[in-house]
Nanobody, 113 residues
Framework: VQLEESGGGLVQPGGSLRLSCTAS????????MAWYRQAPGKQRELVAG???????SYAESVKGRFTISRDNAKNTQYLNMNSLKHEDTAVYYC????????WGQGTQVTVSS
């Protein structure tokens, strides 16, 4: 099983980024997918999740700014991030879960002027 994130980088406050996570080795459509993030010195936290039926949930801190989506035909989930803030700076991780969970290696997002 492999989850590969991409799309991170350096962006100015107010900017946008799109993260992607492509899965292999799992029946992607069956999995609950999610994005987590971990800032330096802080615990990993849930950012957004999407179930196999496409229902979504978000952390309060990102509601209205981030959008999670999935393309089962491409075994890929996305996180569109708009109006980025300094406090969104973190390593962002992809997670897939049914009975067991799998994690990606993470992609760095830095919001800085």
């Amino acid at each position: 099983v492999q989850l590969e994130e991409s799309g991170g980088g350096l962006v100015q406050p107010g900017g946008s980024l799109r993260l992607s996570c492509t899965a292999s080795g799992i029946t992607f459509a069956r999995y609950y997918m999610a994005w987590y993030r971990q800032a330096p010195g802080k615990q990993r936290e849930l950012v957004a999740g999407i179930d196999s039926d496409g229902r979504t949930s978000y952390a309060e801190s990102v509601k209205g700014r981030f959008t999670i989506s999935r393309d089962n035909a491409k075994n890929t989930q996305y996180l569109n991030m708009n109006s980025l803030k300094h406090e969104d700076t973190a390593v962002y991780y992809c997670r897939a879960k049914v009975l067991v969970q799998y994690w990606g290696q993470g992609t760095q997002v830095t919001v800085s002027s």
